[in-house]
C-alpha cells in the first residue's frame, strides 16, 4: 500500500511564511512527477507547482517568485516553500505523485493523492 501524508499547514497571517512537506510511504522503487495543488472553496483544483518527469519545475503564474518546490530522494518527500503569503492562497493543498511500487498484484506505476493539509491566509 502506498501512501502520501503531508503536513505543515494552519494559519498565518498575510506576508508570512509556511513550508509543507509531502511524505511518501510504502514499497515504493521510484517516484517520477510530482506536485502539489490546491483547491479552495467554490473553485475548482489548481496545479500550484510540479516537478515534471523530465526533472524540470513548473509553476503557477500566481505563485512564482514566491513558492518553492523542492525533493528529496532518499526520503520520498516533497516540500512546499510557501513565502510572502497572500490570503487568496488559503485552499486545501494535496500533493500527488506517480509512483512505482510494489503492490499485491505485482510491481506497477500509479497516481497517488495525499489526503490534503488546510492553509489559511488571513489579511
Known amino acids: 500500500q502506498v501512501q502520501l501524508v503531508e503536513s505543515g499547514g494552519g494559519l498565518v497571517q498575510a506576508g508570512e511564511s509556511l513550508g509543507l512537506s509531502c511524505a511518501a510511504s510504502?514499497?515504493?522503487?521510484?517516484?517520477?512527477?510530482v506536485g502539489w495543488y490546491r483547491q479552495a472553496p467554490g473553485k475548482q483544483r489548481e496545479l500550484v507547482a510540479a516537478?515534471?518527469?523530465?526533472?524540470?519545475?513548473n509553476y503557477a503564474d500566481s505563485v512564482k517568485g514566491r513558492f518553492t518546490i523542492s525533493r528529496d530522494s532518499a526520503k520520498n518527500t516533497v516540500y512546499l516553500q510557501m513565502n510572502s503569503l497572500k490570503p487568496e492562497d488559503t485552499a486545501v493543498y494535496s500533493c500527488?505523485?506517480?509512483?512505482?511500487?510494489?503492490?499485491?498484484?505485482?510491481?506497477?506505476?500509479?497516481?497517488?493523492w495525499g489526503q490534503g493539509t488546510q492553509v489559511t491566509v488571513s489579511s
Open positions: 510504502g514499497r515504493i522503487y521510484s517516484i517520477d512527477a
Open positions: 500527488n505523485a506517480k509512483i512505482n511500487a510494489a503492490l499485491p498484484g505485482g510491481v506497477r506505476w500509479d497516481y497517488y
Open positions: 516537478f515534471t518527469s523530465g526533472g524540470t519545475t
